[in-house]
Antibody
Framework: QVTLRESGPALVKPTQTLALTCTFSGFSLSTSGVSVGWVRQSPGKALEWLALIDGDDNEFYNSSLRTRLTVSKDTSKNQVVLKMTNMDPVDTGTYYC??????????????WGQGTMVTVSS | DIQMTQSPSSLSASVGDRVTITCRASHTIDTYLQWYQQKAGKAPRLLIYGASTLQRGVPSRFSGSGSGTEFTLTITSLQPEDFATYFCQQSYSSPPAPSFGGGTKVEI
């Protein structure tokens, strides 16, 4: 069974750096065509892709947030970490990690974590 | 970046209705188009990938079509559990830069 779970602080102050961890099981990030991505959703708003990392350590970022984001992985722990600097109240929302499956599934986000709510407030 | 535009942003329907949601891409994306369903307080769920292939376990009343820049998601005979928000997403960009549509809320 494939699962992903996000963890991290529920509350961060403006200007702080957010660090979220995605812990997954049931698949390997070393498998060809598999990557892990991060998506966020402000309350009542659309989904916004943030970043993704593949098994070859290739990192890709949303161009509008590139300067604030870093994604990394620890294959031995089955974890992917997202860091976002200079947090602002507009960054408040639910942050999801998801498996991205290539080839037949054409890079669809096929399995999602439950999401973690992050509030940015002083 | 490829922009995805969904219409309508919301719609009202009844159980048993046929519902169609449209998604347009700002550039051609072949069939690199996915549809997701999201219920309140839950994570999105993949319904359709490759514009028209049903993900395992998704009821056959859901179908997708289109290629290039215009796509549709159709729900035949809407069921009570289908009231949710639906998002399209493109995965055509290279290097990868997935983007989502603004969502369509299907309400009673």
């Amino acid at each position: 069974q494939v699962t992903l779970r996000e963890s991290g602080p529920a509350l961060v102050k403006p200007t702080q750096t957010l660090a979220l961890t995605c812990t997954f099981s049931g698949f390997s990030l070393s498998t060809s065509g598999v990557s892990v991505g991060w998506v966020r959703q402000s309350p009542g708003k659309a989904l916004e892709w943030l970043a993704l990392i593949d098994g070859d350590d290739n990192e890709f970022y949303n161009s509008s947030l590139r300067t604030r984001l870093t994604v990394s992985k620890d294959t031995s722990k089955n974890q992917v970490v997202l860091k976002m600097t200079n947090m602002d109240p507009v960054d408040t929302g639910t942050y999801y990690c998801a498996r991205i499956s290539g080839y037949e599934l054409m890079d669809a986000f096929d399995i999602w974590g439950q999401g973690t709510m992050v509030t940015v407030s002083s | 970046d490829i922009q995805m535009t969904q219409s309508p942003s919301s719609l009202s329907a009844s159980v048993g209705d046929r519902v169609t949601i449209t998604c347009r891409a700002s550039h051609t994306i072949d069939t690199y188009l996915q549809w997701y369903q999201q219920k309140a307080g839950k994570a999105p769920r993949l319904l359709i990938y490759g514009a028209s292939t049903l993900q395992r376990g998704v009821p056959s009343r859901f179908s997708g079509s289109g290629s290039g820049t215009e796509f549709t998601l159709t729900i035949t005979s809407l069921q009570p559990e289908d009231f949710a928000t639906y998002f399209c997403q493109q995965s055509y960009s290279s290097p990868p830069a997935p983007s989502f549509g603004g969502g369509t809320k299907v309400e009673i």
